[in-house]
């Protein structure tokens, strides 16, 4: 079997004949529950396929027309490609006909066509007054050119014009792509005999085959498609455009709900904060305020929360608005994905939009930089490589991962590097010394910049030093730890800083010599071999600590304590004394070093616990040996 991969919907007021509609398409009866048929009432998503000319199938999903159940109707109306929308020639527009065609703009469609259904149950003038209505309706919406087709379900009247379109439309719209990685939100979950747990959706983006293992959304439950079908018969996968159910192993059927989603493991996350483009209904009676109640449809999930209105004060009929959405359970979404927003009470349609971005923060109102971030994010929607650049700047001085970037603009982690190494071949990006973390070039410039303050201040701080820690340079930026690291690697490799070893790092461009008054000091040090002369006992106790500090940071002398330095020569030769012991007698025997050393245990000690700080030597027992190295 051959599927064509788009789905059609249904759409329209309660009782104008959607599902009457279906059955004389597909001889199928989308009512599948007990109560509906009971009632002739549709409440819940109906699903039927149909057979194109050049013998493709098309999956269809009818739609509860009844106020009432809005939720699942937009639940089904988010995967769809076509709309037949349905208006009774007796009753004309009414008031879901005009909800449901919005929420059909809302969600971004472009194609459909008319069914002016029940024209056997009234005469020829109220059939064209209800055409009237329509025209009037449709004026400047997607469905403005639209052809309609007068019909019954009943006689068949109309039936074979209207089936004859609907297959060349099916035929012309450009499929979904299959591109991307696997994300199906849930639209039912049951329990087969015999099989197991299956859910059923269209999925919106990618292909899973038999085998795969899948993701549950929230909750991140993992399950492995043990098969595929579609239209009623198995299929090799399931992919975007296809109504589809898989049946999955490792899953209880009391694990999912409509409103999940089953993704590809690692690149999709629950969150209960977005931002978002909204454009309000212009039929709407008042402006929407800020902080106001809200229901999100999103994909299948529809989550309560509260609009955070964040460029205006509040939102007039017809306007646009960026906006937050901080919802009270948590909600699966990509940027791209398009929406519907009702009021919470009374449950009205306020309008629709575009997910920008899975908020890590709340976001405040009017402020500049929140507000550029999203509009960047907003042009970016549909270009993965200038997505990721504005994914990039948005987190600022926060370095990021392949894996990390993926997860941020929901791309496989082999198709995220490739973006990567597009941006840093224009410039747009910057990859860490170790190829592992990017920022945004932009970024990477302001922090180069703080860098440099924060060494520039350091220094004028202390100007006895030619060299400093990484650890206090680091505090002394108030960057985080990643960030410093990453930083710090590209002075070095930019040739501004440079690592001296000890975890210690110097200017570049500093030319180092030593004054004649340090050589002094250092000529003193040697000579006083391990009995160095401590500061205190030194001329002018100030500038001799800056002295000593001086040629520590030259690599001259080495401080075994905040008292007392060592001629590098000496601190070397006694390294050598010790390691010449411990060899000749297994252990360190102090007091024959001390003997060699000509020294005291006043500066023997000092010395000995710098080896042990530094890694030379160890204890053990009561002992010391050389470490192993």
Request: hydrophobic share 40%; proline share 5%.
């Amino acid at each position: 079997m051959q599927i064509q991969p788009i789905v059609v919907g249904t759409a329209g007021h309660i009782d104008h004949g959607k599902s009457s509609l279906v059955r004389a398409l597909t001889g199928t009866d989308p009512d599948r529950l007990k109560e509906e048929k009971e009632r002739g009432l549709t409440i819940d998503l109906g699903f039927a396929n149909f057979e194109l000319s050049d013998g493709r199938r098309v999956g269809l999903v009818d739609v509860p027309g009844h106020e009432r159940f809005i939720r699942n109707m937009v639940a089904g109306a988010s995967g769809i490609d076509i709309v037949v929308l349905a208006v009774a020639a007796d009753d004309g527009v009414m008031p879901q006909t005009r909800e449901h065609l919005g929420i059909m703009q809302m969600l971004g469609l472009s194609r459909g066509l008319i069914a002016l259904t029940k024209v056997d149950t009234v005469e020829p003038d109220l059939v064209e007054l209800a055409r009237a209505d329509l025209e009037e309706l449709l004026a400047g919406t997607f469905l403005e050119d639209a052809p309609v087709f007068p019909l019954s379900s009943i006689t068949g009247e109309g039936l074979d014009a209207f089936k004859a379109e609907l297959d060349r439309v099916c035929l012309e719209v450009t499929p979904r792509s299959a591109e991307g990685v696997f994300r199906m939100p849930i639209q039912r979950v049951f329990s087969k005999p015999g099989f197991g747990t299956v859910c059923t959706g269209i999925p919106v983006t990618g292909v899973v085959k038999p085998g795969d293992v899948l993701e549950l959304l929230p909750g991140g439950k993992r399950a492995k498609v043990r098969g595929v079908h579609a239209y009623g018969a198995s299929a090799d996968q399931a992919r975007a455009g296809h109504s589809s159910a898989l049946n999955l192993s490792d899953l209880d059927a009391g694990d999912a709900e409509r409103g999940y989603v089953l993704s590809t493991p690692g690149l999709f996350r629950a969150v209960r904060m977005v931002a978002a483009r909204i454009e309000a209904l212009p039929t709407l009676p008042r402006a929407i305020r800020d902080r106001v109640p809200i229901r999100l449809h999103a994909g299948t999930a529809d989550p309560s929360g509260e609009l955070v209105l964040l460029d205006v004060e509040q939102l007039e009929p017809g306007g646009s608005a960026l906006v937050q959405l901080r919802l009270d359970e948590a909600v699966v979404v990509a940027p791209g994905d398009r929406f519907v927003l009702r009021l919470l009470t009374p449950e009205v349609t306020l309008g629709g939009g575009v997910i920008l971005e899975e908020s890590r923060h709340r976001l405040k109102r009017f402020k500049k930089f929140v507000i550029e971030e999203l509009v960047s994010a907003e042009s970016s929607l549909g270009a993965p490589e200038a997505l990721l650049a504005a994914v990039l700047e948005r987190r600022h001085m926060e370095p990021a991962s392949v894996e990390e970037l993926a997860v941020e603009i929901k791309f496989a982690a082999s198709d995220t590097e490739r973006l990567l190494a597009q941006l840093v071949e224009q410039g747009r990006a910057a990859v860490s010394e170790r190829g592992d973390r990017y920022l945004s070039s932009v970024s990477l410039e302001a922090g180069l910049e703080q860098l440099d303050e924060a060494t520039n201040a350091w220094f004028e701080a202390h100007s006895e030093r030619v060299q400093v820690d990484k650890l206090e340079l680091g505090r002394e930026t108030g960057l985080s730890t990643e960030a410093f690291s990453f930083l710090v690697g590209r002075a070095i490799a930019g040739g501004t800083l440079e690592s001296v070893g000890g975890g210690e790092l110097r200017r570049a461009d500093v030319r180092i010599e030593v004054s004649p008054e340090d050589q002094v000091l250092l000529d003193a040090l040697t000579a006083g071999g391990m009995r160095p002369p401590l500061p205190k006992e030194l001329p002018n106790e100030q500038a001799s600590r800056a002295s000593l500090s001086r040629l520590v940071d030259l690599g001259l002398a080495v401080r075994a304590s905040h008292e007392m330095f060592f001629a590098k020569s000496v601190f070397d030769a006694g390294i050598e004394a010790v390691a010449e012991n411990c060899g000749r007698n297994g252990q360190l025997v102090i007091p024959e070093l001390r003997e060699k050393l000509d020294t005291s245990r006043k500066y023997l000690i000092p010395y000995l616990e710098h080896l042990d700080a530094t890694g030379v030597t160890m204890r053990q027992g009561s002992f010391r040996v050389m470490r192993r190295r």
